[in-house]
């Protein structure tokens, strides 16, 4: 008998696009003769799964819903949220409480590794290089010596809690700081302004496969931009080498380090952690629990490095919430 899957896309964030695109490759990565699959829009004005053209809503006491007087309990839920509610935790522990199986790690992990202060804080009691950083709050006042006095110039600014590089300015003059602190803010209220690491940018996939801990071959990041920014990413402006171009040591020192974070997060399901090596040396920026899952996205890239498809990789994450 068919299991039905739902697939969740959307969400509250900037980043509402970019998932209902993820989204819909997954639905359509799916075996249709193996899973009978859903396409469900979570979004803030509704929650509605989408069949033949036509919404239905989702019963939200069970996360269940009724078509054409059938009434439709899922067996498993893949997560194709980036951001609000689905990387941050929120919808993940909804799915906990109800117990629904899903593709993503349990609640609180998701929660850290969304927020890259508390990220970063857990990580370097381990030993992982991380970049000076300095957090603040909107509320706070913006005091422009004082920051840079801690994380030196050009630095970047960031919204901490936040993904596909909304709101994220790389500053090269004191004047500019508060301008980009205001346009993080339209983000979060909460912001991480980082060092500038001058090195290379590389990306790199932890997850979980046939049972076993896997790390997929890495992704060198060049920009034709001055960082990995949203048009780079999403609009071409970027060169995505995989594998990367680094040295076998490197190599084997990324690995590694991806490894203890996921492993240091107690995370599960997928991840891409994003680092930069300086000197030989990896520094770890943050990682994505909910990385795209488009066929151009790093991750499925990477994982077609690995000979591993698209299909299989989305068939494995739903056999192993299921299991």
């Known amino acids: 008998m068919q299991k039905n899957i739902a697939i ?56 269940s819903v009724i078509i054409d007087e059938e009434h439709i309990q899922f067996d498993c839920v893949f997560n194709a949220i980036h951001g ?7 919808l993940i522990a909804y799915f906990d409480l109800i117990g629904m199986n899903h593709t993503s790690a349990p609640f609180y992990q998701m929660a850290l590794a969304f927020n890259k202060r508390d990220t970063l804080s857990v990580v370097k009691e381990y030993g992982i290089p991380t970049a000076t950083s300095f957090y603040m709050h909107q509320r706070d006042e913006i005091v422009t010596d004082r920051i840079i006095k801690k994380v030196g110039l050009p630095c970047f600014v960031k ?20 301008a980009a602190i205001e346009k993080a803010c339209q983000e979060d209220e909460e912001i991480l302004i980082e060092s500038f690491l001058d090195g290379t940018e590389v990306s790199v996939g932890v997850i ?6 896997t790390v997929l071959p890495i992704t060198e990041i060049v920009s034709e931009n001055d960082f990995f920014d949203y048009e780079a990413k999403y609009e071409g402006k970027s060169q995505e080498i995989t594998p990367a ?42 990682i994505n629990t909910v990385p795209g899952m488009t066929e151009e996205s790093l991750l499925p890239q990477q994982a077609k490095e690995a000979s591993i498809s698209l299909a299989d990789l989305f068939d494995n994450a739903i056999q192993m919430a299921l299991n």
């Open 8 to 63: 969740v896309m959307g969400g509250y964030s900037s980043e509402v696009e970019i998932s209902l695109k993820s989204g819909e490759v997954v639905f359509n990565s799916l075996d249709a003769n193996k899973y009978a699959l859903y396409k469900v829009y979570i979004l803030k004005e509704k929650w509605v799964v989408i069949h033949n053209k036509k919404e239905y809503q989702i019963i939200k006491d069970d996360f």
């Open 84 to 90: 609000d509610p689905g990387e941050n935790g929120v």
């Open 159 to 178: 919204p901490n809690r936040a993904g596909s590089s909304f709101g994220i300015s790389k500053v090269y003059e004191e004047e500019n700081l508060k």
């Open 208 to 213: 979980e496969y046939q049972g076993k801990l």
């Open 245 to 286: 171009r680094i040295s076998a040591a490197e190599k084997e020192k990324v690995v590694s380090l991806a490894t203890k974070v996921y492993q240091v997060l107690n995370m599960k399901g997928f991840s891409r952690s994003e680092f930069i090596i300086v000197d030989g040396a990896p520094y770890f920026l943050e």
